[in-house]
């Protein structure tokens, strides 16, 4: 499975940003889909995951409220929208994906990483 992360971008803190990772080379709708950031200096972190029906989501407590995944089987295509966009958002993310795993970071499939700054 290749994934292709895009939608990065310089946002001011407030503002909203929508990510997509469209996935190819696999049945898209068979996989768990999971959202990580990595900061400058810090290690990868869970943010957000999909259960491959989409009838399950989940989110680290720190986007909690401002963050929504969803995905689109049709399209093969998975999305995190961010809202009330923080400075300690700052990061690269990354989408990832996996048939079992769902939370934990041993994603079997990643993708190159899309770049979010968030000015204050």
């Known amino acids: 499975v290749q994934l292709q992360a895009c939608g990065g971008g310089l946002v001011q803190a407030g503002g909203s940003l929508r990510l997509s990772c469209a996935a190819s080379?696999?049945?898209?709708?068979?996989?768990?889909m999971g959202w990580f950031r990595q900061a400058p200096g810090k290690e990868r972190e869970f943010v957000a995951a999909i259960r491959w029906s989409g009838g399950s989501t989940y989110y680290a407590d720190s986007v909690k409220g401002r963050v929504i995944i969803s995905r689109d089987n049709a399209k093969n295509t998975v999305y995190l929208q961010m809202n009330s966009l923080k400075t300690e958002d700052t990061a690269i993310y990354y989408c990832a994906a996996d048939r079992v795993v769902y939370t934990r970071i041993s994603y079997e499939y990643w993708g190159q990483g899309t770049k979010l700054t968030v000015s204050s």
């Open positions: 080379g696999g049945t898209f709708s068979r996989y768990n």
